[in-house]
């Protein structure tokens, strides 16, 4: 199943991509792998980033903290 466009916001500011402005994202969870949790073998605590590709260019974003809020988008 292809993946669909999403908006997303940070309370009442909407996200726009930093290289073209688009506010069409693809939603992703990213690992943030640390070098002594790889060391360890315990990777899979290692913290998860929610990243959103810009849908245009394909730049990546990376929000740590749980805020941002996800909307479904028209293509």
């Not at 726009?16 to 899979?44: H, P, Y």
């Amino acid at each position: 199943m292809a993946p669909k466009p999403v908006r997303a916001a940070i309370g009442d500011h909407w996200i726009t991509c930093q290289v073209c402005k688009s506010d069409r994202f693809r939603e992703r969870g990213i690992k943030l792998n640390s070098t002594g949790m790889e060391f360890m073998r315990i990777a899979w605590a290692d913290e998860t980033a929610t990243g959103l590709i810009c849908w245009h260019c394909g730049y990546v974003h990376l929000f740590v903290n749980g805020a941002v809020q996800l909307y479904r988008a028209d293509k």
